[in-house]
């Protein structure tokens, strides 16, 4: 493609510099609007400056790629609300061997869960597991950050549905999920076995350190230890429990004197006692969260005969409250144990039961060759209908802002190759870039890692994608497959160079920033001093064993 005319190359890069510097910081002083804005701010100048037409511009917006992306946001939040990502955090210390075993552990946990539920999932979900663990080894917890997110990195390459990059090079390429697996999953497998023995080399010594011996029977993992959090670009979020604070306002409206003993986000009621008419109410547990005035209770107070009530022991959620019955019926305790217990469990249990399976058979489907975007957005779907509740509450915790930020880099993307730019320096480096041979590789793996680097993963593959699988198509059409996996691998493990490299970097370094009583800062140079070798060496091996 020839260069475009001066004025509109002029005015589509000044576009796109703006839309790179808005997503590379989205916080920058003199423009502080994020990367949302910053996207479509970008599109819509392009349109104003008129490289592109309004027309071009809707049809640059890939709608398979954002149905895909969608679906499996949907999918995600349905999993966590089933506790898939708690038991994968339990497995960081079912029958832990110390910080080593730890560590491998956490890089191989970190790589399967992102290849099949988003590398930024996994870390926005097992940070807060880390930081534990680290608390307990009584090590800094540098080593463990490290490993989750390069090996959520890497284990995302493995899959068409592990990134936001490999959506656009499986969509656009139209290599099933099967190849896409079978093609990478070999060179993800041993990246990830020898990122995790670069960290253990590198930090041999200070995962040596023995622990205190007050901290030996420090649990790693409690129930609730996955906190609530918010959907940052390619996150899910999840249902909580009721703090104490909600707790403690929900029983002063009711006027219930209790003495509630807190421990973390668990309020347990030690004794419930009241001086009450023997046939004026009686205490029941009911499925509503709502409870009934007790205004009443007090006016008995004087006339009642004392009475003392069995010492109860309860455990508040959001799902099943203490509730007051002023029927004055006597509910038999046999009823109201299946009524406050086995029901609702066993509910519980065919709910998640019913979330696995549904998810399994998106996977087997995808495994099929069925259509991506389509299957997940079925598989959401049947996840919506099965939960039997409005879905609004599951919907708002999709990230709708990074479907927007998609539209508007789609648009941006499309009106910098109208420019003729990057046909350009493709010109330049094609013939030095073929990947029959060793040297056009290693050329073509070192200009992504510095675009992914430079201009983000999911932009340089936009920019590069089809040009590169056209090279590689006059050769054959196999070392057209092998290019678009090239790209998909080489993009994603470029994220672990820097702090800054991919999302699901800075996911990790804020979340353990923000973490309650666990705060850790990760740095810039601490990560780098890591990355550097790491992203270099895993990209090179991993390379020999691409098909």
Request: contains cysteine; charged residues 15%; aromatic residues 8%.
């Amino acid at each position: 493609m020839a260069m475009a005319a001066t004025v509109k190359v002029v005015l589509g890069s000044i576009a796109f510099s703006i839309f790179w510097v808005l997503a590379v910081f989205p916080a920058v002083p003199f423009l502080p609007i994020g990367r949302t804005a910053g996207s479509l701010l970008g599109a819509m100048l392009m349109v104003i400056f008129q490289v592109i037409t309004p027309e071009q511009a809707f049809a640059a917006i890939d709608l398979p790629i954002l149905g895909l992306l969608f679906g499996t946001m949907v999918v995600s939040v349905y999993l966590e609300r089933a506790d898939m990502f708690k038991y994968l955090g339990k497995l960081l210390s079912w029958k832990s061997k110390g910080a080593k075993d730890l560590l491998c552990r956490l890089c191989l946990i970190s790589a399967i869960s992102s290849a099949f539920f988003t590398n930024d999932t996994s870390c926005v979900v097992l940070t807060e597991f880390v930081l534990k663990i680290a608390r307990q080894q009584n090590i800094p917890p540098h080593p463990f950050l490290l490993a989750l997110a390069s090996s959520a990195n890497i284990g995302s390459s493995a899959t068409p549905i592990g990134n936001p990059q490999n959506l656009v090079i499986a969509v656009q390429s139209k290599i099933s999920f099967g190849s896409f697996l079978i093609g990478v999953f070999p060179s993800m497998l041993i990246g990830v076995f020898v990122n995790a023995l670069i960290l253990l080399c590198m930090y041999w010594r200070l995962l040596s350190v023995q622990k205190d011996e007050e901290d030996a029977g420090f649990e790693v993992v409690a129930d609730e230890d996955v906190s609530a959090h918010r959907f940052s670009p390619a996150t899910m979020s999840h249902f909580t429990s009721l703090n104490s604070q909600e707790w403690n306002s929900r029983l002063e409206s009711a006027n219930i004197q209790s003495s509630p003993s807190v421990n973390g986000n668990t309020v347990h009621f030690d004794t419930l006692r009241n001086r009450v008419s023997n046939t004026e109410i009686e205490i029941h547990s009911v499925h509503s969260g709502e409870f009934e005035s007790g205004r009443n209770l007090n006016a008995s107070k004087d006339t009642a005969p004392d009475a003392s009530f069995q010492k109860t022991e309860r455990t508040c959620s959001s799902e099943r409250v203490p509730s007051l019955d002023r029927s004055g019926d006597m509910i038999p305790s046999q009823s109201s144990e299946l009524n406050d217990g086995l029901t609702p469990k066993w509910k519980n249990k065919l709910w998640k039961a019913c979330v696995y399976l549904v998810t399994v058979g998106m996977l087997i489907a995808l495994l099929m060759g069925m259509n991506m975007s389509w299957t997940a957005i079925t598989a959401a779907l049947a996840l919506m209908v099965l939960d039997f509740k409005d879905a609004r509450p599951c919907l708002e915790k999709v990230s709708y802002s990074l479907l927007i930020f998609f539209c508007g880099m789609f648009i941006t993307v499309d009106g910098f190759n109208k420019t003729g730019i990057p046909s350009t320096l493709w010109d330049f480096l094609e013939p030095y870039a073929q990947i029959d041979h060793a040297a056009g590789i290693a050329l073509l793996a070192l200009v992504i890692l510095v675009l992914s680097n430079l201009a983000s993963n999911v932009p340089t593959v936009l920019l590069l994608g089809g040009r590169v699988a056209a090279s590689a198509a006059a050769l054959s059409g196999a070392e057209e497959k092998k290019a678009w996996l090239i790209l998909a691998w080489v993009s994603t493990v470029a994220g672990n160079l820097s702090l800054l490299g991919s999302a699901a970097n800075l996911i990790v370094c804020e979340q353990a920033r923000r973490a309650p009583h666990l705060a850790y800062n990760l740095s810039f140079w601490s990560h780098l001093k890591f990355g550097v070798p790491s992203t270099l060496i895993v990209t090179a091996i991993g390379l020999t064993f691409i098909r």
